[in-house]
């Protein structure tokens, strides 16, 4: 589960001999929350048993039918805390954010570059997801990563997803459903499409496990499942939850490094907790989803939660710590929404017309570092980018 110097990191997500995914479209989609219609999403593949590892990849069908925009989203409760608890860096409210100037940082447009037919593929990882299945769907097929019908099409590429892909949204489940096909059929092309524990993936593992049982949250009791209620969790992500998605989400590296940029969920220095290499965090943290201890997998939610090292004073500072510590040049993190940076947190109506405006990710902390959530529960944007950035 770890990697080497000089060696290519072991894939932890499982293939096609470990497990078998139905196709999307035998899945069924949940209603919205509070009762909007159902998000409408593309038809998969006709062919019900996906190709094995090695078999080439089936062409798109002939004649595709367009992929239709998920209804007006419903408004989310945020991060909310639990009690009246308020730990360093848990995700803020309106009011609690402080105000960072547009000059403050940069945001910078991708260039789409050619891609190799040989060797290693190009690189392109995706921001928090938080259920928008078919915005998901349409930013990847944007960047050419999958076809009409939601089939790898990238060959030798590189795709790395950030974390969040439940919680908020209509279709979590079917978020997690996608990525662990995408998988499969990315190995069987030559390429590969991996995933990061985010703190939404670590609260639904509690939320499973532990259901009600109190934990010691430092600042008196709480459960795993009033927790993931406050933010955003969705009963029908819960109805649908099987064994191997547990097992998939339980697995997931927290850091990687893939061609001098350092992935991770959070922007927090609290992975340095964890151990002082890639490899001893990675370990460290399937090491205690694994002991299946509530109040040592609570303390790893909270500390996954914290946000912001990278981006008031001595944020710059926080990133060549890390960087300093498990290499690479640029962090690029998830987890905090690029309107939480900018201190522009749009409307929860899905009012786009006054909603917050992104454009593509953020870069900040002295270039050091890249946000890649573009609020999409905020009526921002998924992002799916390919690295790297040029100015």
């Not at 939320?207 to 927790?227: E, H, I, L, M, Y």
């Not at 350092?262 to 290499?277: E, F, I, K, V």
Request: charged share 20%.
């Amino acid at each position: 589960m770890t990697q080497g110097a000089g060696q290519e990191p072991v894939v932890r997500t499982a293939t096609l001999r470990d497990f078998r995914v139905p196709p999307y479209a035998q899945t069924p989609v949940p209603p919205q929350a509070q009762g909007a219609p159902p998000s409408s999403v593309p038809p998969h593949a006709t062919d019900p048993h996906p190709p094995a590892p090695g078999a080439p990849v089936p062409p798109p069908a002939a004649s595709a039918p367009p992929h239709t925009a998920a209804p007006t989203r419903p408004p989310h409760p945020g991060n909310a805390v639990v009690g009246d608890e308020q730990p360093e860096g848990y995700t803020p409210t309106e009011r609690d954010l402080p105000v960072i100037r547009r000059g403050d940082t940069v945001q910078v447009q991708t260039v789409t570059e050619p891609r190799s037919d040989e060797g290693r593929g190009p690189l392109f990882v995706v921001g928090d997801v938080h259920g928008y299945l078919d915005e998901l769907l349409a930013a990847l097929g944007e960047q050419g990563l999958i076809d009409a019908e939601g089939n790898w099409a990238a060959g030798n590429a590189r795709l790395w997803f950030l974390g969040d892909f439940t919680d908020r949204g209509p279709d979590g489940i079917g978020v997690i459903d996608l990525v662990m096909r995408l998988s499969a059929e990315a190995a069987a092309a030559g390429g590969y499409c991996k995933a990061l524990m985010g703190n939404h993936e670590l609260l639904l593992i509690g939320a499973k496990r532990f259901a009600d049982t109190p934990v010691n949250s430092g600042a008196g009791t709480a459960t795993f499942q009033a927790a993931w209620l406050l933010n955003g969790g969705q009963k029908a992500d819960m109805d649908r939850l099987q064994d191997v998605h547990l097992q998939w989400m339980s697995r997931l590296d927290a850091v990687v490094e893939e061609d001098g940029h350092l992935l991770m969920h959070s922007d927090t220095t609290a992975y340095l907790d964890y151990g002082s290499s890639i490899e001893d965090v990675n370990d460290t943290i399937t090491a205690i989803l694994t002991r299946n201890d509530a109040d040592e997998c609570w303390d790893l939610f909270r500390k996954l939660t914290k946000r912001f090292a990278f981006r008031d004073e001595g944020g710059s500072q926080a990133v060549r710590e890390l960087l300093a510590t498990y290499g690479g040049q640029r962090v690029v993190h998830g987890h905090s929404p690029i309107p939480y940076l900018l201190g522009e947190v749009g409307t929860e109506e899905g009012d786009d017309s006054s909603g917050p405006v992104v454009n593509g990710p953020h870069v900040y902390a002295d270039g050091l570092a890249i946000a890649m959530d573009g609020g999409v529960t905020m009526a921002g944007k998924l992002l799916v980018v390919q690295l790297p950035l040029h100015d």
